[in-house]
């Protein structure tokens, strides 16, 4: 069974320092991992899309990266600002099934 | 391009009662799959519908139940509600190309059923 997890749970930072979020995978076979943000009591925003052969996505300030050997993701968010306070999570999805396996996420403040 | 959109966004339901929710996922998407969000437990798979056909299922009781229609429109019921049902429910929708390359999930806004 897939297991992912995001450390730590909560943190908070400075407006304008980068923020570092990390995800690990029990599984590395793995089809590809998707970032995606949640506002408070709000649905899923998808962030960035990785694929298996992919070893990073970048989007604006989000950049993501991939070691699948070592079951590993990092979210990149350069010059945090308020507007980024959300949880973030990440899910994983094997090959062959479109079922997302997900995080609890990392919950974050970016202090003003 | 309109999202994935998911109504009632809100539901108040009493034990006992069953709920259906329902799904509308982006023009052209033929995956649509349900989660289960709470507190404790994070996020959940339920099941996941393409071209009318279960074709994933999480581990969730035979309470909770779906379906696709042919335009991919899906619904979900859940019979019987207890409290521990109380938790934001959402659908997200994929592209889902014949030779079987998964693109990237969209979720809806989510509904939040609350059992009294």
């Known amino acids: 069974k897939q297991e992912v997890t995001q450390i730590p749970a909560a943190l908070s930072v400075p407006e304008g320092e980068n923020l570092v979020l990390n995800c690990s995978f029990t599984d590395s076979a793995i089809y590809n991992l998707q970032w995606f943000r949640q506002d408070p009591g709000k649905g899923l925003t998808s962030l960035l899309l990785i694929q298996s052969s992919q070893r990073e996505q970048t989007s604006g300030r989000l950049n993501a990266s991939l070691d699948k050997s070592s079951g590993r993701s990092t979210l990149y968010i350069a010059a945090s600002q308020p507007g980024d306070s959300a949880t973030y999570l990440c899910a994983v999805r094997r090959y062959g099934n479109n079922r997302l396996a997900f995080g609890k996420g990392n919950q974050v403040v970016v202090i003003p | 391009k309109a999202g994935v959109t998911q109504t009632p966004r809100y539901l108040i339901k009493t034990r006992g009662q069953q709920v259906t929710l329902s799904c509308s996922p982006i023009?052209?998407?033929?995956?649509v799959s349900w989660y289960q969000q709470t507190p404790g437990q994070g996020l959940q798979f339920l099941f996941e519908?393409?071209?009318?056909?279960?074709?994933n299922k999480g581990n969730f009781p035979g309470r909770f139940s779906g379906r696709q229609f042919s335009n991919s429109r899906s619904e979900m019921n859940v019979s019987t509600l207890e409290l521990g049902d109380s938790a934001l429910y959402l659908c997200?929708?994929?592209?889902?190309?014949?030779?079987?390359?998964?693109?990237?999930?969209?979720f809806g806004p989510g509904t939040r059923l609350t059992v009294l």
């Open positions: 519908y393409f071209s009318e056909t279960q074709r």
């Open positions: 997200a929708s994929s592209l889902d190309l014949d030779r079987g390359w998964y693109n990237e999930q969209f």
């Open positions: 023009s052209g998407h033929r995956s």
